[in-house]
């Protein structure tokens, strides 16, 4: 059964950054088609982040363009999320996801909380 399992989301003043992890098991990132990273805050819908493809093709959502960057470490099986510049209405929590064609995979989720 593949696992992801997200790390790294805490308590951040706004500007500050953070580093989310997302470890991958029991299948490798390199035969996974699509990474993502997703966030749902309170009251809304899951909304995408942040998209990595085995291309290494990239995608964001318009409002974290330059200061978010999704990558992958192949030896350590992991998906990261950097965020800088953080800002309040980036406050939620966040989740792991992986997919193809036949599976769809997705973390327990991690908060993120962000001040003014």
């Known amino acids: 059964q593949v696992q992801l399992v997200e790390s790294g989301g805490g308590l951040v003043q706004a500007g500050g950054s953070l580093r989310l992890s997302c470890a991958v098991s029991e299948r490798s990132i390199f035969s996974i088609n699509h990474m993502g990273w997703y966030r749902q805050a309170p009251g809304k819908q899951r909304e995408l982040v942040a998209q990595l493809s085995s291309n290494s093709t990239t995608n964001y959502r318009g409002s974290v363009k330059g200061r978010f960057t999704i990558s992958r470490d192949n030896a350590k099986n992991t998906v990261y999320l950097q965020m800088n510049n953080l800002k309040p209405e980036d406050t939620a929590v966040y989740y792991c996801?992986?997919?193809?064609?036949?599976?769809?995979?997705w973390g327990q989720g991690t908060q993120v909380t962000v001040s003014s």
């Open positions: 996801n992986a997919w193809g064609m036949a599976y769809d995979y």
